[in-house]
Nanobody, 114 residues
Framework: QVQLVESGGGLVQAGGSLRLSCAAS????????MGWYRQVPGKQRELVAT???????NYADSVKGRFTISREFVKKTVYLQMSSLKPEDTAVYYC????????WGQGTQVTVSS
């Protein structure tokens, strides 16, 4: 059973930065893609950023130029560096991994105050 554990969320002022981490229980090279999604109450979960096994990244238009997804194979961890945060970035952020099946972490809350 694959486990994904997110950390790094918290409260930050607008314009600030946070780095989210997603630690996997298995080699992240096993996954076709890994990524970050976010969800606010009453809305659908939306893609934030993904990265393929080969290293190709993809971002939602709303975060391009502000967020960066990266990974460390040795640490089995994927990161989301978030800069120039806006109140509209407030959400629960979920780590996602895909290899045949789809796996989700438990989520970490990010709150950006204005």
């Amino acid at each position: 059973q694959v486990q994904l554990v997110e950390s790094g969320g918290g409260l930050v002022q607008a314009g600030g930065s946070l780095r989210l981490s997603c630690a996997a229980s298995t080699s992240i090279f096993s996954f076709d893609t890994m990524g970050w999604y976010r969800q606010v109450p009453g809305k659908q979960r939306e893609l934030v950023a993904t990265i393929t096994r080969g290293g190709t990244s993809n971002y939602a238009d709303s975060v391009k130029g502000r967020f960066t997804i990266s990974r460390e194979f040795v640490k089995k961890t994927v990161y989301l560096q978030m800069s120039s945060l806006k109140p509209e970035d407030t959400a629960v952020y979920y780590c996602n991994a895909n290899y045949g099946a789809t796996y989700w972490g438990q989520g970490t809350q990010v709150t950006v105050s204005s």
